[in-house]
Structure formats: C-alpha cells, structure tokens
C-alpha cells in the first residue's frame, strides 16, 4: 500500500584524519614537558617521534596515549565508537573503552605490557575478553593464529611471560596489542632492551605486520635506525619542541634542523 | 538435639552488664550497620567500613563477627559453622562469644538460626526469609589475584570492566581443559557488580541465587562489607562453551545416604581407606535421624557418632 521506504541517510564519509593533535602544551610546574605541538595523523600512517631521552618525546606520547592530560592544548581521535572527539573531553569509562576498543600499546619493558602472572596464551586473549568475547574456544583459535603470525612456538602457548626470552616476550606483546585489531598502536622503543640481533629480526616483523595490516602506529624511539626502517614520516623533538617535521627519508637525507643534523649523523656513521 | 540450647551467661538484662551489648561500643555497631545499609543498596559493591580490633587473629572471622555484633538482639538465636560443622573449634568459640556477650541463644539447627554465621559452607537445608547468613572473607577483591593495584580494580568496578576476571577462568581451561576453580568462584550480581562469594565452594554458589535470605559478607583484615539482598540474581561467571558447574561425587554420604550434598573425605586409617560423609554435620545427623542410613551407617565410626556431629568423631578415627 502506502508502504514508505525508509531510506537510511548515506554514511557521512570518514574523515581521513585519525589523529589531531593542536597546540599541545605540557608544563610540570616550571617544567616543559612539551610546548605547543601540532600534527594530524591519517590511518595507515606510521608517524615517528624521535629525539634523545629528555626531549619530550616520552612527554608528547603519554598525552597522546591518554595517559597524561595536558596542560593546554587538544588530541582529537577518531575513534569507532564516538568518531573524531577530543580525548580528553569523554568520560573517564568511555575513553577507557575507546583505548581496549580502538588503540594498542606496546611498552619498551614487556613487564609494563604484559600480565607476568598469567600464561602467554592468556595474555594475547585478554584483550578479546574486555571487549566482551566469552567463547573460550574461538578465543583459542585467535590466539593461536596470532602467536604463529608472529613466529612464537605454539607448543609453549601455557607457559608464563617470564619462561620467554626478552625478544619472545616482545613478540607476546605485539600479539597482544594486534589480536583486537585496533586503529592505532603506539609503540614505546619497542625494540629498546634487545640485543642487535634480536632487534633486526623483531623490527623486520614489526614492518611486515605494520604493512600487511595496514597499521597506524606511533613509534617513540631515539633509534634513527628504527626510524628509517619503520616511519612515514617524523617528527623531531629537543627540550619539548618538535624542531623538524617531514617525510622519513627526507628527514634524513637532508636534514633541515641542526640538531636533527647531529642526530643523523651520529648514529647513521656508526 | 535440635533444641535450642540455654547457654546463657547470666540473665542480666543489658544495660547491667559490665561490658557494652555484643562486644562492640554503640557508635561503632552503628558505624557498621550504616556500611551494611549501604552495601544492601549496592548488591555486591565493597562498602569500605572501619573494621576494629577484635579478641582474636585476622583471618579467624573478625569481618563475620563485626558484622554479626552489629545486627544481633536478645531475641536473636545464632548458629556458627567452620567448614559446614557446628562443633570445630572456631565455630565452638564464636558461639560462644555471642552467647556471652549477647545473650542469645544459640542452636546447630539451620531452620531455627535467625543469624548463621560461616566460613566455608552455606547449609544445604535452603535458607529461609528473614534468616541472615554472615560469611567471613579473607580477599573481599575478586580482581586482587590479577591486578594489584586497589586504584585500577575500584576503576574495573566503577565501569564495570570485568574482562580481566575471564583471564583466569580462560587460565583454567587452558591448563586443566575446564574451569577447574572450586572456591571463592566469581559471580555477577544483579548483572552490575563481580563479587567474590569466597570462600564457599562453587557447589554453594546456586544458593546464593535468588536467596529468600539476606547475605552479608566481612572482611575485617581488609575493611570491606558487601551484600546480597534477598532474590537477588547471582551469577557465576562461565564461557559460552564451558558453561558453569558445579562438584559432584560418585560417592554418597557414607553416614547419611545423600546424594545432594557437599562432601567431605575423609581418611580412615593408613590403609588408604577413607569415605564421603556430608560437609554440613547438622544436616547429616538430621538425615540420619530420620532414617536415612548411608552404605557405612553401621560403621564402628559411624556407630560411635553421636547425634549431633560425625566429624569429631571421624577426627577421632584420624587420630586413631
Ligand atoms: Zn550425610
């Protein structure tokens, strides 16, 4: 009859930006953690923050990441759920569920990122569990096909984080931080404790997986090495300013900043 | 037995006596009874309360007696079990105690307790409207085990993030091919608040479901009170394909016959011989008194049982 077709309204196209970050200021008293920074992210990108311990880069991550609000400024993220809002403007609850839902995090130290009291196997699913997945073989399955993707005996799937080497428990991490396939994974020094070769072939994993998933990721390093091998694009800090900004190569072959300029050429020579 | 028994100290009323009514000072039982107010507003939400010093050791049921002072009367009549038996040592003392300080009478028999305190057990004879059950805990924090930190778990509650209790049940199937957990077995309550009903065996945890009575758990070391107010839904945590359930014995009650109730072992000799015989002493002898005999009723152990209790006797075939 008069049946009225109800036509849904067309999906407003998402907007490429996955990340704002404007006039980000963090002040500890007298202190500046980082001053006034400023960038835009879009999805797939892998955005380098590098810099020598002390120049903020710790700083700019904790805020991004949530950890840490800061003292002026705004980090926009857009996220599945509330699409792209200020961080800090949702609720303590909803910006948690936001960072299980959409973010991972994966620490320099697996101490920090990883549950030493619980198997590896566990770890890697326990994301699957806080966003409400209760089927304990499905859940199984998952774990397993992410402890293979990043190359980890499955035979020791039960044993706890510390039985595993420092690389092992770096790849139980990744897993970890990959199984919910989030939007956006900070990477703190993921490479950080590890011997060199170690680090060459966890880093080769990182940029495979980085690739094939189509990842967006913010890796903190003072490794210009790591830098080259895993950004898009950097950004350079010393005393809480980014002093240079721009394509990873670029950055690199024909670096702008002098301080960017020693850091280049003092570790590349090597 | 199943009398009410007349272990009143003096019959002075209350005011007389030389010491404050059930131990405690008036504002601190008001203290409690405002914790317990709240804690049934909140159903299994830990209600933070200025726990006391009390006359014996952390871990012996300070929570459960600060509660049971807080609510008892002259009129009240008090059972107190340790691991489902009326006459262990601890359950014998705290009877007494609130026999001595708030004269009331006490009893071993389920259905006439007004208040039944315990540390291991609920009765397996069904609790009844207006009863009170008072359960002392050691860890009130279900989450504790997994995240240390008191800030992230009142976080967890607050918003009601309870994936990190699965990891252990996920734990569990993955070392023993089933949730292996038997006491102090995680439940929702009311769908809202994860609880730890510890340390009651999992074999418990459907009594708590619906209860016509109302719960009160104490945990005195760690300054928390929570509760569970009549008919409501208390749920055990379980995954989709590992629903939750509960022990079960090929055996029955050696003494008894039963087949519906909490078992003990227990050993008979170095021989290796040994038998079930029901956890809840009480509700054994009442089966047995009403004729109900178990495949080793005619055993000397079991002869020698008096009424009341088969567990002190069976000790004293341990010690045998
Ligand atoms: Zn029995």
């Known amino acids: ?270 | 037995m199943n009398e009410i028994s007349e272990i009143k100290i003096d019959n002075k009323p209350p005011q007389e006596r030389y010491y404050t009514y059930a131990y405690l000072d008036e504002q601190t039982k008001r203290m409690i009874r405002r914790a317990i107010l709240k804690a049934l507003s909140i159903p299994g939400y830990q209600v933070p309360f200025g726990s006391r010093e009390m006359p014996l050791p952390y871990g012996w049921g300070t929570g459960g007696i600060q509660l049971t002072a807080a609510i008892i009367g002259p009129n009240d009549v008090y059972k107190c079990i340790d691991q489902g038996a009326d006459d262990t040592t601890n359950a014998v003392s705290i009877r007494r105690f609130f026999a001595t300080v708030a004269d009331v009478a006490t009893t071993e028999d389920t259905a006439k307790a007004t208040i039944i305190q315990s540390r291991h057990r609920i009765p397996e004879r069904p609790l009844q409207s207006g009863q009170i059950m008072v359960l002392q805990v050691p860890q009130p924090e279900p989450l504790r085990s997994l995240e240390p930190r008191e800030t992230e778990t009142r976080a967890m509650h607050a918003y009601e993030e309870y994936g990190l209790q699965y990891v252990s049940l996920y734990e569990n199937i993955s070392a023993y091919g089933r949730i292996a957990a038997t006491a102090g077995y995680p439940v929702m309550i009311d769908e809202r608040y994860l609880m730890s009903p510890s340390p009651i065996p999992k074999f418990d945890n459907p009594k708590l479901d619906m209860s016509p009575a109302i719960l009160l758990f104490g945990a005195g070391r760690e300054k928390r009170i929570y509760a569970v107010p009549p008919y409501t839904k208390v749920r055990s945590l379980d995954f989709e394909d590992y629903p939750f359930e509960t022990q079960t014995w090929d055996e029955v009650c050696a003494l008894c016959g039963s087949d519906t109730s909490y078992l003990d072992e227990v050993v008979l000799d170095d021989q290796g011989n040994h038998m079930f015989v029901c956890s809840d002493s009480h509700f054994c002898a009442e089966r047995r008194e009403n004729g109900h005999l178990g495949p080793l009723a005619g055993h000397s152990l079991a002869q020698k049982s008096d009424d009341s209790n088969a567990n002190r006797v069976l000790q004293e075939g341990i010690a045998k």
């Open chain 1, 1 to 270: 009859m008069n049946a009225v077709l109800k036509v849904e309204p067309k999906t407003i196209t998402e907007p490429q930006v996955l990340l704002q970050v404007r006039n980000l200021t963090k002040l500890y008293g007298q202190v500046t953690g980082c001053l006034d920074v400023s960038f835009d992210m879009r999805a797939g990108e892998v955005l380098g923050i590098v810099g020598e311990s002390g120049s903020g880069k710790t700083t700019l991550l904790n805020c991004i990441s949530g950890k840490l609000a800061p003292t002026s400024g705004t980090i926009a993220f857009n996220a599945r759920r509330h699409g792209l809002k200020d961080i800090y403007a949702l609720s303590e609850p909803d910006r948690r569920r936001m960072q299980r839902e959409d973010w991972g995090f994966v620490h320099q130290n697996p101490r920090d990122g990883l549950r030493m009291r619980v198997s590896g196997g566990a770890n890697v699913a326990e994301p699957l569990m806080n966003l409400g997945q209760r089927h304990y073989g499905n859940m199984r399955q998952s774990t397993i096909a992410w402890l293979s993707r990043v190359e980890l005996d499955l035979k020791r799937i039960d044993d706890k984080p510390r039985n595993f080497s420092g690389g092992m428990q770096q790849r139980i991490q990744i897993a970890r931080n990959l199984i919910h396939n989030p939007r956006l994974v900070f990477m703190d020094e993921p490479t950080g404790g590890l011997d060199v070769s170690v680090q060459a072939r966890l880093l080769d994993l990182l940029r495979e997986l980085v690739r094939d998933l189509g990842l967006a990721a913010i890796i903190v390093t003072h490794d210009m090495a790591v830098a080259r091998l895993m950004a898009d694009r950097l950004l350079v800090m010393k005393g809480g300013n980014v002093v240079e900004t721009g394509l990873t190569d670029q950055v690199l072959d024909d670096p702008q900043h002098p301080y960017t300029q020693l850091l280049v050429s003092s570790v590349l020579q090597i």
